[in-house]
């Protein structure tokens, strides 16, 4: 007996679903809200913070957030300073697990090789920026052994350039004291966050798109200690800061 309707569409030839859409780079979801308040709750209580200028971070667009590292802590604490969602490096390696991978996603995490300053390790930053997200970078491009700024390397300059968001120097203080290398638990010290004025690296970005290999590499460097001298600048208890 003959049947009506359609018949099945095979597998091989349905059309793939749909990608699932980055999520909204300017609102929390739920983990990461969860996130959000737990870090708050703990940087308040157990290490008495305070947060300095946050207001000078950009509400909505994409924006480069480069700031000193001293600590483990100094992810959360920049972005437990801030009332918009921020998007943070993780090794690649990490999102192999499935349960660590899920939730480094809902964190807003970019998966990223060890050398983040390739083209490839890059790529991933430059489409969170281009989404209208804020991302966190270490101009030194590890944790201090000492507690004292390091020099940058040349890694954000690339960043930086390659890119048309703000950049905003950050600083923290205390979490090298709290958490720092040597560290095996968390002390009792009090930390804060400053955030300082965007800067503008227009004309350096002009000049990159037509200078020489040689000086390009200059300008990755310049950049990169430009925004060192910018967080050095910056003190925690003033309002104003040192600039030239």
Same mark, same amino acid.
């Given at each position: ?94 999102? /192999?697990?499935? =349960?660590?991978?899920? &939730? ?5 995490? %970019?998966?990223?090789? $060890?050398?983040? *300053? +390739? ?33 940058? /390397?040349?890694? =954000?300059?690339?960043? &930086? ?5 703000? %950049?905003?120097?950050? $600083?923290?203080? *205390? +979490? ?69």
């Amino acid at each position: 007996m003959a049947t009506s309707g359609t018949a099945p569409t095979p597998a091989s030839t349905r059309p793939a679903a749909p990608p699932r859409p980055p999520d909204d780079p300017g609102r929390m979801n739920w983990l990461y809200f969860l996130g959000w308040c737990f870090f708050r709750t703990l940087f308040a209580t157990y290490f008495r913070w305070r947060v300095h200028n946050p207001e000078r971070v950009p509400l909505s667009g994409g924006v480069i957030l480069a700031s000193n590292h001293a600590s483990f802590l100094d992810p959360p604490l920049v972005g437990a300073g801030l009332r918009r969602p921020i998007n943070y490096l993780a090794r690649k390696t990490l999102f /192999r697990f499935p =349960i660590v991978g899920w &939730v480094l996603h809902k964190w807003n995490s %970019v998966p990223v090789d $060890r050398d983040g *300053g +390739t083209a490839s390790g890059l790529r991933p930053i430059l489409e969170r920026l281009r989404a209208g997200g804020a991302i966190i970078m270490f101009p030194e491009g590890t944790r201090t052994r000492d507690g004292r700024l390091q020099p940058a /390397r040349s890694g =954000i300059g690339l960043a &930086v350039i390659k890119s048309d968001a703000p %950049v905003v120097p950050v $600083r923290v203080f *205390g +979490t090298y004291e709290a958490f720092g290398r040597q560290a095996r638990f968390p002390r009792l010290h009090r930390v804060a966050v400053k955030y300082g004025y965007p800067l503008d690296f227009q004309a350096l970005r002009a000049e990159a798109k037509v200078c020489s290999k040689p000086r390009l590499k200059e300008i990755y460097q310049q950049v990169a200690d430009e925004l060192m001298a910018a967080i050095a600048r910056l003190e925690p208890h003033t309002d104003k800061d040192r600039f030239p």
